[in-house]
């Protein structure tokens, strides 16, 4: 099964409710079977974003075109796009089979190709022995599956996906996620994903698009995301341990009008008063298994590391820190723009 | 809560609810000639017998059957789409709609007999059937809109989003999404509105002059008229009115708890 994945633009997208804006004049270009994530905190218009793409709601202004064609004034049947929403919303109504053979039923689609259709999905994401129960009598994960099988099912030119591992718990949301990352490398489709996960954003996507108050704050790989953050939001929204962002002196470095960003795996923590480096004190240690995370004071400031995961001491005890003068990014402290690092002294 | 205190609130509610029931049914049972006595030495179907005699009353049922039964369909069929659009499409004024529909249910309906009384006479309609289930379906519309906008309001929003990006029209997610799921809560509604349908008089009273024409509630009034001393067949005949009603209710009342309970719970 494979489904040819269109290309979506949107065009400053706006969109208002009332006089609150959700949506800010975003531009946004997805490439055929692209997956992009669209990551924010919640309120960030995220979800308002696939409404308007869908057809769900219409845009205060601006453009949206899938594969060049412009859909604003189309209604969500005639954009060809599929969904899945947060909460599954499967038909309680219906069994299996029917949930994901009603797009097709809608369509007019011949009742022998639904059948064969319906049996195609049913085995790409295992639901073949499911097919006769009706949601209530399905499991968290399985929900999902059906949910996204009632989209895959269309073979649409777009798929929407609202926050669609939030509702499992914490072991079975890995194991879809790759899930969802196998078959998207498979199908090659067009996705859409939104998510408040970074973690889930960082794994999944060929690119990220990070929206705060309805605005994009960037567009870029997850590595371009993460290692070259444009702004102070989005370096303090990806990673964890989140990023060390502070003002320069409490690195030891001379003051100026930005604070420096300095990741948690560049920060270097010694044990002990003696040697070079800067003096702190540790706060707090927390064990993760494969490292241990330890938060240090510094001049009234926290910061975190990633160290080994041997590394243990009381809280309070002195410490030395270490970096590589190179690392941190460096952001206006007014605008939260990026900016190219402080000449140093000499 | 104990079960053994459940049973001592459970019991006297119970009782008050259906001691009055039960008196009647015992009346129904009675001998007409033991009605001095404290209790009758034998229970006798005779007054159901005599109750049923000459037709009137199994008539008087048949009528109220197809007058409820229409009321419940057309007030649902009206109201249900009308609540779907209040509580799902952002109807501009939905609210107003809301409360002058409230508005109208306080009429007295005493005040509105006699102009609908001409009313029907314009149109022909007065002492048949359907010049009964036009008035009774305006009047239960009020209840059945409020009903069944809660019952809308209750099921999640994105069931029907799901339903529209799966292809459907508005309308078609109503019918073939919004509709099923809510049966509940239309079973509740279409319920109400039968037995407020199966128990009115005064219209009936009004507008039916026919005695084959006789809903249950006239048929009942008027039984006095007819019989000599007739208190064991009154009692006979009103508890055998019952019966199709409760029949009604029992049939319903799986879904009918769930949709109250589902509108309570997420309300």
Known sequence: MSVAGARLELDSLTKSYGAVPALRGVSLSVAGGELVAVVGPSGCGKSTLLSLVAGLEAPTAGVIRIDGRVVNELSPRERDVAMVFQSYALYPHMTVRKNLAFPLDVAGVPRREIGSRVEEVAALLGLAPLLDRRPAALSGGERQRVALGRALVRRPKVFLLDEPLSNLDAALRLGVRAELKKLHERLRATFVYVTHDQAEAMTLADRIAVLRDGALEQVGTPREIYGEPATAFVARFVGTPPVNLVAPEVLGLPPGSADAALRPEDLRVALGEAGTGLGARVWLVEPMGSETWVTVERAGARLVARCDAGFDAPPGAPVRLAFDPERPCWFDRETGRRRPPPRSPG | ?267
């Not at chain 2, 059945?144 to 099921?155: D, I, P, V, Y």
Request: with cysteine; aromatic share 8%; proline share 7%.
């Open chain 2, 1 to 267: 809560m104990s079960p053994r205190a459940a049973w001592t609130v459970a019991v006297p509610y119970l009782a008050f609810f259906l001691l009055p029931l039960g008196w009647l049914a015992l009346t129904s049972l009675w001998p007409d000639a033991e009605l001095a006595r404290a209790l009758p030495s034998h229970l006798t179907l005779e007054n159901h017998a005599a109750a049923l005699a000459g037709g009137g009353l199994a008539r008087a049922v048949v009528n109220s059957l197809l007058v409820s039964g229409a009321t419940a369909a057309l007030a649902l069929a009206l109201a249900a789409p009308a609540a779907f659009a209040i509580a799902r499409l952002g109807v501009r004024g939905g609210r107003a709609l809301l409360a002058a529909a409230l508005a109208v249910s306080m009429f007295p309906p005493i005040a509105t007999a006699a102009p609908l009384y001409v009313a029907l006479r314009a149109a022909r309609l007065l002492d048949t059937l359907p010049g009964l289930v036009l008035p009774y379906a305006s009047f239960s519309l009020p209840l059945a809109l409020w009903l069944l906008t809660g019952t809308f309001r209750a099921l999640p929003a994105e069931l029907y989003r799901a339903a529209r990006v799966d292809g459907c029209t508005p309308l078609g997610a109503f019918r073939r999404v919004l509709l099923p799921v809510a049966a509940p809560g239309i079973a509740t509604a279409g319920l109400l509105v039968f037995v407020f349908a199966w128990n009115e008089l005064l219209y009936a009273v009004t507008f039916l002059t026919s005695p084959a024409r006789r809903t249950v509630p006239v048929a009942l009034a008027l039984f006095g008229g007819e019989f000599r001393d007739p208190i064991v067949v009154l009692a006979a005949a009103s508890t055998l009115a019952t019966i199709p009603v409760v029949a009604v209710a029992v049939l319903f009342q799986r879904r009918v708890v769930s949709g109250l309970t589902a509108g309570a719970v997420k309300g």
